[in-house]
């Protein structure tokens, strides 16, 4: 009795024949490198931009429930990405009763890939004493002019940093914890209005004005000799002469913040609107932008002032102030969760004409979330908070406070030389 056998495959002929596939597949996926970037970068990026905006909002709805804001930044983000692939070739035996010492007569080809991302994400509090200080302390004059010259309408810059201008107040009260009483805001606003128009039309530029600033008092001129001038130099400083009396005065060159205004729209009733607003000399061309040199009740007559004085906001008061634009639920003010302002007669205060055009953030109940195109939405208090994609004024608005919060427009001590003279030598 004859018996055929099964032919005898060597390893390498079974290798050829099995394995090409896998190791195709094997070689096509060394690509995992670069589209493992392709496929995360992005994603990542979308996924820190929702979450910032998410918080921002989230401590913004927290001040008007007189909540404490809190922050976490995204330090780091570490994304490692991990390819292992194998390929093994495992004996299969036709028999169970094969001869011992025969060979195998067919393998198992086997292989295997597996992939893993393990990103390594570092949040850290942002509750550093250098935060709180940018928190706490207002722009300077600069800084509000660096943020008049930007695309952003001049109207919303000073609406959102501006305590006052020749102290006529916009809303000062509601640059901290919602206050009892409704503070005063409609003559601020009427001659914000009027300058946004100007703007608008192309009538007003903020610019600068080189003027000398002098750090000393009068110094007999033969008493500067060509080294204390050379020193002055090499600080930045110079001196200037005055011919008359033989004297010198220690100071530098500096921009001076103006506001010019076109001399063909100076009598225009939108730019008399403006000055009679904010009490200044009608019939100019140019104010100079100060902070805080007026005195306050120095006079409220119309045209009392040739400059535009202001008191800036600090990032902190800008986010109090604009929290007031946050609908809140009437179930929450009858509970007394969020505080309810008055007028002087008694009768609740509507703070949408604060903060009309500026900002604004509805609310829907917790079991119904909030409208698929919002821009942005928070939980909070059983309720969705949130910024409706189609209100364009209060996504720029919030835009803006975003990329606020990252730059340091604030003024550091130490910015001011010190500077020792060798005078009359």
């Known amino acids: 009795m004859s018996r055929s056998l099964a032919p005898v495959m060597s390893p390498l002929s079974v290798l050829s024949r099995y394995a090409s596939p896998f190791l195709v597949m094997l070689i096509t996926g060394c690509a995992s490198g670069p589209a493992s970037l392709i496929d995360t970068r992005l994603p990542y990026n979308e996924a820190i931009k929702v979450t910032s905006e998410q918080q921002l909002l989230l401590n ?32 299969f035996f036709a028999a169970s009763g094969a001869e011992p010492n025969r060979s195998f007569t067919a393998v198992l080809p086997q292989a295997g890939i597996s992939y893993a991302d393990r990103p390594t994400i570092s949040l850290v509090p942002i509750d550093d004493a250098e935060f709180t200080r940018k928190l706490f302390t207002p722009l300077t004059v600069d800084g509000v002019l660096y943020l008049a010259k930007t695309t952003w309408p001049i109207s919303t810059v000073f609406r959102l940093y501006l305590e006052n201008i020749n102290w006529v107040p916009n809303a000062e009260l509601a640059s901290g914890p919602t206050p009892a009483l409704a503070p005063p805001f409609s003559t601020f606003l ?77 009598e225009s009733p939108v730019t008399k609107e403006f000055a009679s607003a904010f009490q200044l000399k009608p019939g100019k061309t140019r104010y100079e932008l100060t902070a805080e040199d007026v005195e306050p009740f120095s006079s409220t007559e119309v045209g009392s002032h040739e400059v535009l004085d202001i008191e800036p906001r600090s990032l902190l008061q800008a986010m109090y102030f604009i929290s007031h634009g946050v609908h809140v639920p009437p179930e929450h003010l009858q509970s007394g969760i969020a505080r309810t302002t008055f007028d002087r007669n008694g009768n609740v205060f509507d703070w949408q004409p604060v903060t009309a055009g500026l900002f604004a953030a ?13 821009h942005v939405s928070v939980r909070y208090h059983d309720y969705w908070f949130y910024i409706p994609g189609d209100d364009h004024d209060t996504k720029a608005t919030f835009s803006l406070l975003m990329e606020l919060s990252r730059l340091d427009l604030q003024k550091r001590e130490g910015d001011r030389p010190v500077l020792t003279l060798p005078i009359g030598r």
């Open 60 to 91: 913004i709805v927290r001040l008007r429930y007189t909540d404490t804001p809190s922050s976490l930044t995204v330090a780091n983000v570490t994304a490692q990405f991990e390819l292992v692939k194998q390929l093994q070739l495992t004996p």
């Open 362 to 374: 509805r609310w829907s109940k917790g079991d119904a979330p909030p409208p698929a195109n919002a």
């Open 190 to 266: 009427r001659g914000v209005e009027a300058l946004g128009k100007l703007q608008a039309d192309g009538k007003v530029v903020f610019g600068t004005q080189e003027r000398f600033e002098p750090v000393s008092g009068s110094i007999p001129a033969d008493k500067v000799d060509a080294m204390a001038v050379i020193e002055a130099a090499k600080s930045g400083f110079e001196f200037n002469f005055n011919r008359a009396d033989a004297s010198a005065t220690l100071g530098k060159r500096v921009r001076q913040p103006m506001l010019f205004i076109d001399p063909k729209a100076v």
